[in-house]
């Protein structure tokens, strides 16, 4: 009977709690915070008595949490004469603590301060042999070091919780640490952080420096990373967003001080200059008790305000040229004031008045009237200033100063208030709509709060930001304009096409490749690992029940789903097919923008449907349409009403197709050199594919060049003629949407079977070959991949443990062996990649991407390590209880259902897979995978993708992976 009334009690009490109000949860709470009525986040602020901030958004769509923990300290902070020491320290804090990542803390430190002292010496040494002297001790002491060292222990504690996301980021003002984690494992990982942030260790210091440096290289190869740079510098002269860079300076980051980032680290990670934002399936009131418990005992500290000489007005146009492989662009900014203005509010309006995709003055009169290849304007707030940019990229012929007056042409005219009266109201309206969108997602909450924090907002302000912003009349904001933007007063950068004569290069030092120790595990691991943590139980998802599919008719279907979250909608036609049935489809699809009917002009419809809160777009990937209206559920109707209207009464203009080819033809050029889609795009299917294949099998420039206009519209309208599928996600039931649709969506009586797929057979790899492309760069990168069988879901788990324990992610055996123990890279991963169709074949693939005189030691790591995986037990176990932990807190909830669906359906399933998978690991044992590795992975022969500067490459090096054959770019696309 006392059982009983305690259960009646709980009961009656949980119910109670779940039909109080804000306020009534708030006075019954026993910690005090801070919350604002009329917050669509719900969000709570807490402080704890040493000064540390608490956010808390609840949203319980999935039991996971989006974690972030802050610190108000970033690359402007840095010592001016150790910049980049935030940056690398953000690295450093992955390393473990005095009980995180040592096997023997007692020895290990003395060990580690005699390599502190002794990069105190190198950095005092003039002469370059005595430097390297001092590092060779370095080298020398930091291998006894790491015999004591536990490498990735706490990626593979924080893996092991089912983390998703583990990483890191260092900005201007800011240092944020992020792991997204199952609900039911937010002690533990509090646990795990109070230690990791308790005490600074910089073990494994020289070899994370080369990765660091490794980073830096990758920026000299980032032209747009040196464009933003090089505009800081123009635009801040005294504060140091301009002078210290993130990454920092190259002299820098080889003459580093371990002594000055322990001073760091005192004096900017305290608990009053940090904060824990937490958001998603959180429980607020036992979150704090446990906050409390592993951060409250630590001690607050004076922290040091940044002080800085305020900047110099500009009076006349800064300008600069950065040369790089990319195609050329212009880049110009304005300063502005900081986060204690009203100038970042003012400037989100400004560039969504002058780009939003839709109607803005940029896409209206530069875009939609093709007077620019590219063009879009966009602000960056910060905490002591802000900017706002614009961007335009030119088109065949133009040049570079043409494209900023037309730039500066569109921002006149908001200073003169030349433009219609509602676009304020539909801009800011706009601004509303994607902030909820955004806060849909927990990383987009977590950041938002974040966001506050750093800047120290009131976060009532932040809260009441749309209606500030929706406040705004046409005069102020005019006024407002005319202040802060003037003919002079702006940075600009024009980035041309040519070699940059500027980049930093440095000779690879001796590493003694560190001890990686295994099989070792911490005081602290060990009871971290006992700390008990109740399962959450996997949820399946049952297709035919949460879709409510429906036959509409033969040959269309219809799907639908409640949005139980807000008031948003999206209607998706799908089509299961694209590119590879119609050649002339990708370019018809480009061509809608331009189009208007007898009706309505272009202009007319952008400007309806921006007005409405709504935006429409048509995308054909190789084998799939997207044909899709989104936005404000009570607009739908309307919406679908304007959208068919355009599919089915598009009027052919042949001005706009003749601009259209000129643009694509520049665009193709373009593309030709870009790093990332020769060597991501088209080297891969050259080496899948043969020299003809589903990258480069387009219509040449020649055939583009007679396209016809009405054929391309023609297309447009064929589209709905075909089979396919209606998919409606928002807050409108199934039969008033099935309504709305009879009444809108024009199809015919009998729909169409999609026309013919273009086939283009995977290539067997019978022996080994090299792939070479010159491109000027600092680094080098490879690929390697290698065929495996066709779709077999029953590899599936495997993929995922092998992927898990041996090929990515910060704990993986691959990170470990390159990165960890030699600084060989920066980046490099493997993985077995499923295909995504029934019949494809699935590919093991691998990358490294590192300076040109470290590619061949690590390539010979990673082709060791392709052939002969090392046996971790302990750390396959994780990787199990990773996996499985990730299944047992995944949600496929919202438009992700439909989509799930979907790429199922396309590898011949249609029942949730996971069960299989999950049932699959919990069964798996480390020979299994052994099996897995030895049938699959071991012995393979590759193709070798290698991108980078020919005349420093030691190509005889390359010649022993197998025959090089260099290709060139019109072999590898087609024109």
Known sequence: MKKFSQLAIAVITLIGFGCNSPQEEKAMSKYTYESIEGDPLGTRIYTLENGMKVYISVNKEAPRIQTQIAVRAGSKNDPSDATGLAHYLEHMLFKGGHDIGTSNWEEEKVLLDKISDLYEQQRDAEDEAEKELIYKKIDSVSYEASKLAIPNEYDKMVSSLGAKGTNAFTSYEMTVYINDIPSNELEKWLKLESERFRYLVLRLFHTELETVYEEFNRGQDNDRSKVYKKMDSLMFLKHNYGPQTTIGK??????????????????????????????????????????????????????????????????????????????????????????????????????????????????????????????????????????????????????????????????????????????????????????????????????????????????????AEDDRIAAISKEDFVKWVNEKFNENNYVIVYKKSGTDKSLHKVSKPQITPIEINRDVQSDFAMAFDSMASKRLDPLWVDYSKVLSQEKLQDGLTFSYGKNEVNDLFTLYYVLEMGKLNDPKLEMAVNYLPYLGTEKYSVEDLKKEFFKLGLQYDVFASGNRIYVYCSGLDESMAKGLELFEHLLNNAVPNEEALGELVKDEIKQRSDKKK??????????????????????????????????????????????????????????????????????????????????????????????????????????????????????????????????????????????????????????????????????????????VGTQRDKLTEALVVLLDLMNNMPQAPDQFEDAKAAALKKIESDRIVGRNVFFKYLDLKRRGIDYDVRKEQYETIQNMTLESLNTFFAEHIKGKKFSFLVIGNKAEMDMESLEKLGPVQELSLEELFGY
Not at 677 to 689: L, N, S
């Open 674 to 847: 870009e790093k990332g889609y020769i060597h991501g795009r088209a080297m891969t299917a050259f080496a899948k594919q043969g020299p003809k294949n589903s990258f480069n099998d387009v219509v040449s420039n020649e055939d583009l060049a007679k396209m016809d206009a009405q054929e391309l519209v023609d297309i447009l309208k064929s589209m709905t003629s075909y089979e396919h599928h209606v998919y409606y996600y928002g807050q409108r039931s199934a039969e008033d949407v099935k309504k709305v649709i009879s009444e809108k969506h024009q199809v015919a009586d009998e729909l169409k079977s999609y026309p013919a797929e273009r086939e283009y057979p995977e290539l067997d790899q019978n022996s080994d070959q090299v792939y070479f492309v010159d491109y000027d760069m600092v680094q080098t990168e490879i690929r390697l991949i290698s065929k495996d069988e066709d779709f077999n879901k029953e590899l599936w788990p495997y993929a995922l443990i092998f992927n898990e324990y041996f090929g990515s992610g910060l704990s993986s055996i691959i990170f470990q062996e390159i990165r960890e123990a030699k600084g060989l890279a920066y980046s490099a991963y493997s993985a077995y990649s499923m295909a995504n169709e029934a019949g494809k074949p699935s590919y093991v693939q691998a990358y």
């Open 250 to 463: 190259g002299e820098h980051l080889k003459n580093p001080s371990m002594e000055k980032i322990h001073e760091y680290f005192n004096t900017n990670y305290v608990p009053n200059n940090m904060a824990i934002i937490l958001a998603g399936d959180v429980d607020p009131e036992q979150a704090m008790d446990q906050i409390t418990a592993y951060f409250g005992e630590s001690q607050p500290k004076e922290v040091p305000s940044y002080t800085y000489e305020p900047e110099p007005p500009i009076d006349e146009v800064r300008a600069h040229t950065v040369y790089g492989p990319l195609g050329e662009y212009v880049q110009m900014g304005y300063r502005l004031g900081g986060s204690d203005t009203k100038d970042p509010l003012y400037a989100q309006l400004l560039s969504t008045l002058l780009n939003n995709g839709q109607a803005g003055l940029i896409d209206l009169n530069l875009i939609q009237k093709q007077k620019v290849l590219e063009a879009y304007a966009f602000d960056s707030e910060l905490k002591d200033y802000s900017k706002f940019m614009m961007y335009g990229k030119p088109k065949e012929g133009q040049s570079l100063e043409e494209v900023r007056d037309l730039l500066l042409g569109e921002l006149n005219k908001v200073r003169a208030g030349d433009f219609e009266d509602w676009m304020l109201t539909a801009s800011a309206n706009n601004l509303r709509l994607n902030k909820k969108r955004g806060q849909e997602q927990n990383w987009s909450r977590a950041f938002g709060l974040m966001d506050a924090f750093i800047k120290g907002k009131e976060y009532a302000d932040v809260v």
